[in-house]
């Protein structure tokens, strides 16, 4: 599986004409999202240019150099997909063209020229490359296999499939053409309308799930801190906990005596537990929003780690604007 990924990715680089090889890209990328982290780490955790606790300064770090890593790969293979998207976009246009051509006496390559003379973006490109391969002394089969090949499309690979087929079956290709330019254009108009009416559905998880529920958390946060740090009866239950007990939940020995460090534990671990939950919702978020607007779970490793800056972002400014509230 991974090996397929990885296959899959450097197909992506060598159709955009990347100008990385994917090793060289991958170790830049590594490099650079563990600057970002470590320069993060520096401002937030050591200088306090925002004033973060040790365990969220921690965590914003970390979540920068994932966020950081995801975009600098994601880049090349969004680059890809839009092409790709471009060119099954113009696919039923150009070949309409090519079977008006046919219909009106011209020949197949003929037919391409046109096409390669019109403005179809990166169709445009491909088509010169098969008209070249054809003035080479390629065949026409070859020349269309290796379209379908450089195009990480399956529209394109099933076009091409049932193109070459029917000439050599002799059907009539110009009404092939035709059929075919009318199937892929019903598939995009499918694939939009599921789009379009699955936009509110998305836009709600994102909104409830990225925005409104780690607002809401980071308000409960610092109420719980302010209930906890207030509360009178915390220091009855202090005095009846051993160290014994302190040690355990705060994973080291404590010599203070004043067992107030063991409320602390309780209120920094509720407080962990809430980031874990913000955490684990945006990590949902991002699989159920790439299987309603992608189809597929494939591509959710591209809007995780993006909900998981927002939500994090949202719940930590919630948390500092809150504070105020309560003289802290």
């Not at 680089?13 to 970002?36: G, H, N, Y």
Request: with cysteine; proline share 3%; net charge negative.
């Amino acid at each position: 599986m991974l090996k397929e990924t990885w296959n899959n990715y450097t197909e992506y680089l060598r159709e955009i004409k990347w100008p990385f090889e994917p090793k060289t890209w991958l170790i830049i990328s590594i490099v650079l999202a563990i600057a970002l982290g470590v320069a993060t780490w520096i401002l937030v955790g050591i200088l306090q240019v925002i004033p973060m606790k040790f365990a969220h300064g921690l965590l914003f770090s970390l979540i920068i150099l994932i966020v950081t890593l995801d975009i600098t790969l994601a880049y090349p293979y969004l680059l890809a997909v839009r092409r790709i998207s471009q060119i099954e976009e113009a696919l039923p246009d150009a070949f309409k063209q090519m079977a008006d051509t046919l219909k009106a006496g011209g020949t197949f390559e003929y037919a391409l020229r046109s096409v390669s003379s019109a403005e179809y973006g990166p169709l445009t490109e491909e088509t010169n490359l098969i008209l070249r391969r054809l003035e080479e002394g390629e065949n026409l089969e070859n020349s269309m296999r290796a379209f379908a090949n450089n195009v990480n499309s399956k529209v394109v690979k099933r076009a091409v499939t049932i193109i070459l087929d029917s000439i050599a079956a002799g059907a009539s290709l110009a009404d092939i053409l035709d059929e075919i330019a009318d199937d892929v254009r019903a598939t995009h108009r499918i694939m939009h309308e599921r789009k379009s009416s699955t936009l509110m559905q998305v836009l709600f998880m994102v909104t409830a799930g990225a925005i409104v529920a780690p607002f809401i958390f980071g308000l409960v946060t610092t109420i719980v801190e302010f209930l906890m740090s207030q509360s009178i009866s915390a220091f009855n239950i202090i005095q009846r906990v051993s160290i014994t007990e302190i040690t355990m939940l705060c994973g080291a020995a404590v010599s203070n005596p004043d067992k107030t460090v063991y409320w602390n534990c309780i209120k920094e671990s509720i407080t962990m537990l809430l980031v874990c939950y913000i955490i684990i919702e945006a990590i949902a978020v991002g699989f159920m929003v790439s299987m309603i607007r992608e189809g597929n779970a494939s591509k959710s490793f591209i809007y995780i780690p993006v909900f998981l800056l927002i939500a994090y972002l949202v719940y930590y400014m919630s948390y500092i604007f809150t504070i105020g509230f309560f003289g802290r």
